[in-house]
């Protein structure tokens, strides 16, 4: 079954691409109305790469974009390491420290506030 492990998951763009791709597929006449029916349901219910990929496999370009982006890092079908992203905490920690060592060495304030700034920006913004 499609979907196993951590395989490339698509997301309504993708699955709203696939479709409008299936209606110009549809209308040069390489789909029946049935056919066409019931291609729109699985990519629409479509959850990941593989699945949209099969909607397409017996049909000429154009394909989905999904398709033909390389798969990200980490997933089976890339072949590459994940890479590890940075915590928010290493972000929020590293510039505390570069805070605190620019005010102890220099003794401005002023120096310090766009970095008091950012600090309180990073996490606002984040999730």
Not at 24 to 31: I, M, N, Q, T, V
Not at 98 to 115: E, G, R, S
Request: net charge neutral.
């Amino acid at each position: 079954m499609a979907g196993q492990g951590n395989e490339f998951r698509v997301g309504d763009r993708d699955r709203d691409r696939a479709v409008a791709l299936l209606g110009e597929h549809f209308s040069a006449g390489r789909l029946e109305v049935d056919e066409f029916d019931e291609r729109c349901g699985r990519a629409a219910r479509a959850r990941y790469r593989s699945e949209i990929a099969a909607l397409f496999a017996d049909l000429p370009e154009p394909y989905p974009e999904v398709l033909a982006s390389p798969a990200p890092a980490g997933s089976p079908e890339s072949g590459r390491p994940a890479r590890r992203r940075v915590g928010a905490g290493v972000v929020a920690g590293s510039v505390l420290l570069v805070m605190l060592a620019l005010l102890w060495f220099t003794k401005q304030v002023w120096i310090v506030l766009p970095l008091v700034g950012f600090w309180f920006f990073w996490f606002a913004t984040r999730d």
